[in-house]
């Protein structure tokens, strides 16, 4: 059941401004009011903040896996459960459980998984994301290119009616092996239609994004790169916008001088939010995983093939905000801003991403350095809780 709770004591990032001497007020699981210290404040339990910084929870948008599970090789309900548990744990209130390329009896499984975990409202879980297998080989990255291929007419009747049952849907897709028409079938049926793992120039991507693609996946890795003459994927989406983009602010899969100058260059109202691409040792001591049957090591914060190659990422959301405020020398506003509002405006999760009234009372609770404290997701605790700083206190 929801909690009604005011946290007090607090400092309070509503997503456009800080706000000292406020009170938090949850009621049904939303936010109720943001209302002055000294207002007529409801008669409710109290949370003492004790100075903490009260944002909203962080929106991960490409989560493969955590706490030792990946979706690809646990594709149940439980295994989303565990996924969306790991991630709360570093301030990951709603997530899309990813789904890397597979076969198409792992996709049925998947959404089957995802329905289930939408009907039983588990924690943090938001709905899916299809990563492939309609993708390039040629920017294959760490799929695997066996089984890569063409979206099929039948591939889009399964996604079409699958639409709408596990919660918000995002698929990334590349031109070389999907049509617009079907970019255009996608959205209709309520996807957000994300770019990636292609080799296309930027007037293709523009085409697709007249045809209904709104997002461009993981920016600059697994894409052709801005050129003098040709501005590619990255270019087209810098300069569109109508085009968000994910980022991986790990510093191993795009370097910080490229990441500053992307932030720097991107316009809304479409932004660059960031995604993890955390795979299964998020939350954990494993020292590597399995992956279409193929080993990926861990290694000083990097997942990689025996090849080298990147295997999606080892870092947590929380991490990646601290990364572009620390290094990027972001506002910690806009830091926030990135790993909730944009994310959220990307893929209309409308009720969250804000600490607004009407919105979920997804909120996170974090010390001067930016360390977690506790998570909490619809005014319940799901991290943290049992610190004495957060210890309840009843009134009358």
């Known amino acids: 059941m929801p909690s009604d709770i005011m946290v007090t004591g607090g400092r309070i990032f509503d997503g456009q401004r800080f706000l000292e001497k406020h009170v938090l007020v949850v009621e049904g699981g939303r936010i109720?009011?943001?209302?002055?210290?000294?207002?007529?404040?409801?008669?409710?339990?109290?949370?003492?903040?004790?100075?903490?910084?009260?944002?909203?929870?962080?929106?991960?948008?490409?989560?493969?896996?955590?706490?030792?599970?990946?979706?690809?090789?646990?594709?149940?309900t439980d295994g989303i459960a565990t996924i969306c548990a790991a991630h709360a744990r570093f301030g990951t209130t709603s997530l899309l459980a990813t789904l890397i390329t597979d076969t198409v009896e792992l996709r049925t499984a998947v959404l089957s998984a995802g329905r289930k975990a939408h009907e039983a409202r588990i924690p943090g879980f938001l709905g899916l994301h299809l990563e492939g297998p309609h993708l390039s080989i040629a920017r294959k990255g760490t799929h695997d290119p066996a089984l890569?291929?063409?979206?099929?007419?039948?591939?889009?009747?399964?996604?079409?009616?699958?639409?709408?049952s596990f919660g918000k849907a995002l698929i990334t897709v590349a031109p070389e092996n999907v049509t617009p028409q079907q970019v255009a079938a996608l959205k209709a049926a309520g996807y957000v239609v994300s770019l990636g793992h292609t080799d296309v120039g930027a007037a293709t991507v523009l085409a697709y994004a007249d045809a209904g693609a709104s997002m461009v996946t993981h920016l600059f890795n697994a894409m052709s790169q801005l050129g003098n003459r040709e501005p590619g994927v990255v270019g087209a989406a810098l300069s569109d916008r109508r085009l968000s983009c994910g980022l991986i602010a790990d510093g191993f899969h795009v370097d910080p001088v490229s990441?500053?100058?992307?932030?720097?260059?991107?316009?809304?109202?479409?932004?660059?939010?960031?995604?993890?691409?955390?795979?299964?040792?998020?939350?954990?001591?494993?020292?590597?995983?399995?992956?279409n049957g193929r080993q990926v090591y861990r290694?000083?914060?990097?997942?990689?093939?025996?090849?080298?190659?990147?295997?999606?990422?080892?870092?947590?959301?929380?991490?990646?905000?601290?990364?572009?405020?620390?290094?990027?020398?972001?506002?910690?506003?806009?830091?926030?801003?990135?790993?909730?509002?944009?994310?959220?405006?990307?893929?209309?999760?409308?009720?969250?991403?804000?600490?607004?009234?009407?919105?979920?009372?997804?909120?996170?609770?974090?010390?001067?350095?930016?360390?977690?404290?506790?998570?909490?997701?619809?005014?319940?605790?799901?991290?943290?809780?049992?610190?004495?700083?957060?210890?309840?206190?009843?009134?009358s």
């Not at 291929?149 to 009616?161: G, I, N, S």
């Not at 001591?285 to 399995?290: P, V």
Request: proline content about 6%.
């Open 299 to 395: 290694r000083d914060g990097r997942l990689t093939l025996a090849n080298g190659t990147l295997a999606g990422a080892d870092i947590d959301m929380m991490s990646c905000v601290r990364f572009v405020h620390e290094r990027l020398n972001l506002p910690l506003a806009e830091a926030l801003n990135m790993a909730s509002l944009y994310p959220a405006e990307a893929i209309g999760a409308d009720t969250k991403g804000q600490l607004m009234a009407g919105r979920d009372a997804d909120f996170i609770l974090l010390d001067d350095k930016l360390n977690l404290l506790s998570t909490w997701i619809g005014g319940m605790p799901v991290h943290g809780a049992k610190s004495p700083v957060l210890s309840p206190v009843f009134v």
């Open 259 to 291: 990441m500053g100058v992307a932030v720097r260059a991107k316009q809304g109202p479409a932004w660059i939010f960031l995604v993890t691409d955390a795979m299964s040792t998020i939350g954990t001591d494993e020292t590597g995983f399995n992956l």
């Open 32 to 76: 109720a009011a943001i209302l002055p210290e000294d207002a007529a404040l409801p008669s409710l339990p109290r949370i003492d903040a004790e100075g903490a910084l009260v944002a909203a929870g962080f929106i991960d948008l490409q989560v493969n896996g955590g706490g030792g599970v990946l979706l690809n090789n646990q594709p149940t």
């Open 148 to 164: 890569i291929r063409p979206m099929t007419e039948a591939d889009l009747a399964v996604l079409v009616e699958a639409a709408g």
